[in-house]
């Protein structure tokens, strides 16, 4: 019982540390411009197929195992391990491949079968060699094979050519370099030098392994077994490839219909790009990166237009097929270290007999050693999912529905606001995806302005009241912490009529009738003319400044007036270490924080600032003079919903719009149910007048008087 939860302990523990890693991967090896798009492929990706592919990629491990088998029995080794053992070795070896550069983790193989089971080295090496050698004749009778598909088509390919020719070459160099020269070398340093070194000189110990490698090729080479071994490596290339391939068709079909369309020979050549990326010297972990240039390179040579969405499935693959190698590799390399330490154990006591201190401290050892790596694991595996939970949420929220009592709330509302000659307008997911909402004040009429399957949000309304900006999203849904995904589009609110102002940003405001600024690609700010497209850049992280380059902003607006930006920003970048998020202002390169909280807005009119601050329980908006950073309570609500957020002033200044939740729980401004309130400046805080009734989520509300 105690060494099977040892086992447990070990298993769980790589295989944690191991998701983890790859958890890291997505949370920061993507960019934020491409996140959004992964995670969306990764959760359609067909579970019907993904089986599939399971099942093929462990046959291929059997046979991977029964060839490694084959070539040590032929070379002469006396500890050839059994068909699970190898099995074992196998399954480790396919995760620790990728794990350097130019495929050197293969050496891990060598390490396992002769530590693990006493091969000898020299079998260990040409038994990998070997190996590698046939894997190159399977590749070349893939690839073989599809020159002959297109010759009888539409005409051979020249990347089918190429790559033709080069694993005809490599193959060639790799038998003959085995075969042929490994021998003939042998033979000339032994004639040569094998009297001159001393038997105990390092020289002399390397010739000895040489020779005994030697000696091991040439008896694989004379063991009559080419045509078996050929013919499991063949197999083993189409079983890997075939499994591949349906795993492309999983990631593609639900989310990429032009991929998916592709025909099969594209696809398996751009499989093979990448598996010849992967193993190109380049630094890489895991070979990411290494491996989409691959297989893009060749979709790019096939005339494939939409380069993103390739790269998005290639990387998609990627993780899932590294997911099952690190997954069943991590847990096999537990089972594999348990199995050892247990023979070394049954040694030492054996050796040590009757020396029960001995025994106790090595099963001490060994669940203390159990012990941190399920600790280490699941402490590594915790905090990924933490900083996966920071990036905002992956999917959705549901559409929620009216709220209860709504007609007696909407008639107490309709008291203090049908006066108003004036609209709201707001993004909502109450028909299902977040859409742009204008709420008429003078009769609580509700128009939808857009339609689009994306994601909308943070509408800004025009100071003459005729045109909207917003963020559209470039995915169906993407959280609002992603600042980047998105696009800004300008709507005619009389016409009816859309046009793409902006690429890569969010959090429009418009300075006049005529420019807005946005957030670009995080970290600047840039001025557009709406018109002309004329574009400007008004701050960058790191530009000029004291904030390090790349340091992210959020939510930032210009007074012209002042020449001055106010954003929010991570503290230690601005400064100011009281807290995690902070806000600042800039005057030109001179960069001021403010103080602790968020939605740091230069009023309409630019005399004063507001913001939202936390107080001891929730949330409120501040009003902060900028020149002595002077603060004070602008509105503090009570009751059920006292977490503002997104405070909007109007443009002739008497009228303020935001957004509340129930409290620090419900904080995520793009899932959480927040409602929509509208509060004359300097009235009470009870006299603030809740214009939403639904349980979805609205935010990012903006409103205008005539």
């Not at 099952?324 to 270290?337: K, P, Q, R, S, W």
């Not at 669940?367 to 280490?376: E, H, K, P, R, S």
Request: hydrophobic share 45%.
């Amino acid at each position: 019982m105690f060494r099977q939860l040892l086992k447990l302990g070990v298993s769980i523990g790589v295989s944690f540390a191991i998701v983890a890693l790859l958890l890291q991967m997505v949370n920061s090896g993507i960019e934020d411009a491409d996140r959004p798009s992964v995670w969306a492929a990764l959760q359609n990706t067909s579970s019907s197929y993904i089986v599939i592919f399971v099942a093929l990629f462990l046959l291929a491990l059997v046979f991977r195992a029964i060839r490694y088998r084959m070539l040590l029995q032929l070379s002469g080794e006396a500890n050839v391990p059994a068909l699970r053992q190898m099995c074992l070795i196998t399954g480790i070896r396919n995760m620790v491949v990728d794990m350097l550069p130019a495929r050197l983790g293969e050496l891990g193989y060598v390490a396992l079968l002769n530590r693990g089971y006493g091969v000898k080295l020299e079998h260990c090496v040409s038994s990998l060699t070997i190996s590698l050698a046939f894997d190159f004749i399977g590749l070349l009778t893939v690839v073989a094979g599809i020159v002959l598909y297109q010759f009888t088509g539409d005409g051979v390919q020249g990347w089918a050519i190429g790559t033709m020719l080069m694993a005809t070459i490599v193959s060639l160099i790799a038998f003959i370099g085995l075969f042929k020269i490994t021998p003939w070398f042998t033979k000339v340093v032994t004639d040569r030098f094998g009297t001159l070194w001393s038997d105990e000189s390092f020289k002399a110990k390397a010739l000895v392994l040489l020779q005994k490698f030697s000696s091991s090729l040439m008896s694989v080479h004379n063991g009559g077994k080419t045509l078996s071994i050929l013919s499991i490596s063949i197999l083993i290339r189409l079983l890997k490839y075939l499994g591949l391939f349906l795993l492309f068709k999983a990631v593609a079909e639900p989310t990429f219909e032009s991929l998916a369309e592709l025909p099969s020979t594209h696809v398996l050549g751009a499989l093979i790009g990448g598996e010849i990326g992967a193993s190109l010297p380049i630094p890489t972990f895991m070979s990411f990166g290494a491996y989409e240039a691959g297989g893009a390179l060749i979709f790019q040579l096939l005339g494939v237009i939409d380069q993103g969405s390739a790269f998005v499935t290639l990387l998609c693959v990627h993780i899932w097929s590294q997911l099952m190698e690190y997954t069943l590799g991590g847990f096999l390399l537990a089972v594999f270290i348990l199995l050892n330490r247990k023979g070394k154990r049954a040694a030492l006591v054996a050796e040590a007999v009757g020396s029960e201190a001995r025994a106790k401290f090595i099963a001490i050892a060994s669940f203390v050693g159990a012990g941190i790596t399920l600790l280490v694991g699941t402490g590594f595996l915790g905090y990924q999912l933490w900083a996966a939970s920071k990036l905002g949420s992956v999917s959705a929220p549901d559409a929620g529905g009216t709220a209860e009592n709504i007609e007696d709330w909407r008639a107490l509302s309709k008291e203090y606001v049908t006066s108003l000659n004036g609209f709201v307008v707001f993004s909502s997911n109450r028909d299902g995806n977040h859409d742009i909402f204008k709420l008429n004040l003078a009769n609580f009429e509700l128009d939808k302005l857009t339609r689009h399957e994306h994601t909308e949000t943070y509408p800004r309304i025009s100071p003459d009241g005729n045109r909207i900006v917003f963020s559209r999203a470039h995915q169906p849904w993407v959280s609002q912490r992603n600042t980047v995904a998105w696009d800004i589009y300008m709507l005619d609110l009389n016409t009816g009529t859309e046009k793409q102002i902006g690429q890569q940003g969010t959090a429009p405001r418009w300075i006049n009738n005529e420019e807005i600024t946005y957030l670009h690609k995080g970290d600047r700010v840039q001025k557009v003319n709406v018109n002309t497209l004329a574009t400007e850049t008004v701050f960058q992280s790191g530009l000029g400044n004291m904030m390090p380059p790349k340091s992210p902003l959020q939510n930032p607006t210009y007074n012209p007036l002042k020449d001055s930006l106010a954003f929010t920003a991570k503290q230690a970048h601005i400064g100011t270490n009281t807290g995690h998020w902070g806000t600042a202002l800039s005057f030109g390169n001179k960069i001021k924080g403010v103080m602790n909280g968020c939605e740091l807005a230069w009023s309409t009119g630019g005399d004063y600032l507001y913001q939202v601050n936390p107080d001891a329980e929730s949330l409120r908006i501040m009003r902060i003079d900028p020149d002595s950073l002077e603060s004070e309570t602008m509105i503090d609500l009570d009751g059920e919903f006292s977490h503002e957020y997104w405070p909007k002033d109007s443009f002739n200044g008497e009228y303020m719009v935001f957004g509340a939740s129930r409290g620090p729980k419900d904080h995520e401004h793009d899932t959480k149910d927040y409602e929509i309130f509208l509060w004359k400046v300097g009235s009470a805080s009870s006299k603030a007048t809740r214009l939403t009734f639904h349980t979805g989520n609205d935010n990012w509300p903006d409103v205008f008087i005539r």
